[in-house]
């Protein structure tokens, strides 16, 4: 056991969970009204929406996987860098107008909108369905992230002891966003935010210091690339461009459909405030880029991460002195708690606006449907913590991995749904549907039984051509299509649309 | 009194009524620009020119990353600046 690294990650995850359960008592509000829990009451400005959104996109597991995937599969990962860059001005665009509408409306999900926009209680539930889907690997991941930085520590022991450390995370995690709902996560994103910042700032200046400075660094991950059996280089191999374009437009488009990222703008006091943060949010980003170079610094350093995960906390073990690897992983971890604990909150919101109210309890006051989402939430989490204690890690990644294809086939009903009601309602279940299926098939299809990995890159076939891209990508193409045609035919056969609860001045922005 | 309480925000509301309505998203249009830059890949994807070691395909995306930052700005400030 590392032990300076062990003292400063406790000392620190403790002082986080003191923040934590201070949540209730921060900018207090009634937590029995599940818009005060679930959203912090609408309320955060600028500045702490930048923190709670920042803290919420960049989760644990980006920071871990990212630079692990750059280590293994060389450029092909720094999509990250134009993904995280091009998710902005696109949500600069729709977010202010469904801020306002949800504002309006007293809307808390995204499904919430779908209902009342076009009239189809299908159409809500497949949406809350697919963003449940979607963030349960997430959480699950979140916790992976913890895991990975624990072991890096040899904190833990051996046999029965061996899970005590992330149990005990998770129950910490757990106890505060039950009492204080988002208010918690948004009071920790501070700190959680500082530490990060202070760990990737110091490694970006420290290690290339040591490694002989960033010319040297890509040179030499450039030579050490090219020596490997199967020899990448610096740049793309041409084949490679689709996949880059796809899987950074892709998920640029999909970020911002899960429903924990939707529930961060939500909770934003204005429109202007949410338009504000796409200027400021992208600093971020730029701490995602150095991040992504740790990958290439891994790799000149000569660490031998027993899996691509352990990347960046085997490089933080062998650059720094003990106690600033234990600082940086408290960073991850802290890092970890965060989006968890607004992802929870924000399948919990589906699962209790758009099942449980809308089929198990339609008559249930505001009290029982807070009492309710603080519940889920808790089983969302007890289910991720299953999810990494009993089955492989790569379950969760795997299931991550289709869960990004998934959550990008709800965009057609959000975003479009935003702008016009073109679309007939059945016609966008079917585009879901195909959208789903497709966005399923496609992983699946790549299996390799060797090394028990799918991957979200399917090679299209198109005439003579083969087009390897991101498979959600493909799906949501296949899913536009689908919506398009049905909608031209259920019109033609008269097939009622049912009726826009919204009008033209519930999108308007008060000033 | 004219410095604070309620009265003094009413005029101001009023004025920003009047700016929404001419809030100028033409520039919107200004938003694709890091899309055509990030995703033509083909045009940055080489070694030089490079800036002090680094391959122009890395710091190509880091400056793209801020410019898109500057992109966004600029849009804020031609269309909603100065009214929110």
Request: aromatic share 14%.
């Amino acid at each position: 056991m590392i032990w300076p690294a062990v003292v400063v990650f406790v000392v620190l995850f403790a002082l986080v969970s003191v923040l934590g359960f201070l949540g209730p008592y921060w900018r207090r509000g009634n937590l029995d009204l599940l818009h005060e829990w679930a959203l912090g009451g609408r309320q955060f400005g600028t500045v702490v929406s930048w923190f709670l959104i920042g803290g919420d996109l960049y989760t644990a597991y980006t920071f871990i996987a990212v630079p692990g995937f750059i280590f293994g599969q060389g450029p092909i990962g720094f999509y990250a860098l134009p993904y995280t860059a091009i998710a902005y001005p696109l949500v600069f665009f729709f977010a202010p107008r469904f801020w306002t509408i949800a504002k309006n409306r007293g809307y808390i999900t995204y499904a919430d909108f779908a209902r009342e926009r076009y009239d189809s209680r299908g159409l809500s539930l497949v949406i809350a369905i697919t963003g449940i889907l979607a963030t349960m690997p997430y959480i699950a991941l979140q916790l992976v992230g913890i895991q990975v930085v624990i072991a890096a520590m040899g904190l833990g022991g051996t046999g029965a002891l061996r899970d005590v450390p992330i149990i005990a995370a998770f129950v910490i995690l757990a106890v505060y966003t039950y009492r204080g709902g988002l208010r918690a996560p948004a009071l920790v994103a501070f700190v959680k935010d500082i530490l990060i910042y202070i760990t990737v700032i110091t490694a970006a200046i420290v290690i290339p210091a040591k490694l002989g400075g960033y010319g040297h660094i890509f040179a030499s991950a450039g030579v050490a690339l090219a020596a490997r059996p199967k020899a990448l280089g610096l740049l793309l191999p041409q084949a490679e461009y689709p996949a880059y374009i796809s899987l950074a437009l892709g998920s640029a488009l999909a970020i911002f459909m899960y429903p924990h990222n939707i529930t961060g703008l939500m909770s934003a006091s204005g429109a202007r405030v949410i338009r504000r943060n796409m200027i400021a949010l992208p600093v971020y980003s730029l701490l995602l880029a150095f991040l992504a170079t740790f990958g290439y610094m891994a790799i000149v350093a000569g660490v031998h991460p027993a899996t691509a995960n352990e990347t960046v906390p085997q490089l933080l073990l062998a650059m720094f002195p003990p106690w600033f690897a234990g600082f940086g992983f408290a960073a991850i971890a802290i890092g970890a708690l965060v989006p968890a604990a607004i992802m929870s909150i924000a399948s919990a919101n589906l699962f209790t606006r758009n099942i449980y109210r809308e089929y198990i309890n339609p008559h249930c006051t505001d009290r029982q449907e807070a009492t309710n989402a603080k519940l889920v939430s808790l089983i969302m989490k007890l289910g991720a913590l299953f999810f990494v204690l009993i089955l492989p890690t790569e379950y969760a990644i795997n299931f991550q991995l289709f869960a990004g294809g998934w959550i990008l086939q709800t965009l057609p009903a959000l975003i479009i749904g935003l702008y016009t009601r073109w679309f007939h309602r059945n016609a966008l279940l079917a585009g879901w549907a195909v959208g789903m299926a497709l966005a399923t098939y496609m992983p699946l299809s790549t299996y390799v039984a060797a090394t028990k990995h799918f991957s979200s890159i399917y090679a299209l076939h198109v005439g003579s051509s083969v087009i390897s891209g991101f498979a959600g990508l493909y799906a949501l193409i296949a899913n536009l299509l689908v919506a398009t045609i049905l909608t031209i035919v259920l019109d033609w056969l008269r097939i009622t649309r049912g009726a826009d609860k919204t009008t033209p001045e519930d999108y308007r922005e008060a000033a | 009194m004219p410095s604070e309480g309620p009265s003094p925000g009413l005029p101001k509301t009023a004025g920003m009524l009047q700016h929404k309505r001419g809030a100028d998203r033409r520039w919107y249009w200004l938003l694709l620009i890091p899309y055509v830059t990030m995703l033509w890949v083909p045009s940055y994807n080489s070694l030089q020119p490079s800036l002090a070691g680094i391959p122009f395909f890395y710091w190509y995306q880091f400056m793209w990353i801020a410019l898109t930052a500057v992109v966004i700005w600029v849009v804020y400030m031609l269309s909603h600046g100065g009214r929110e």
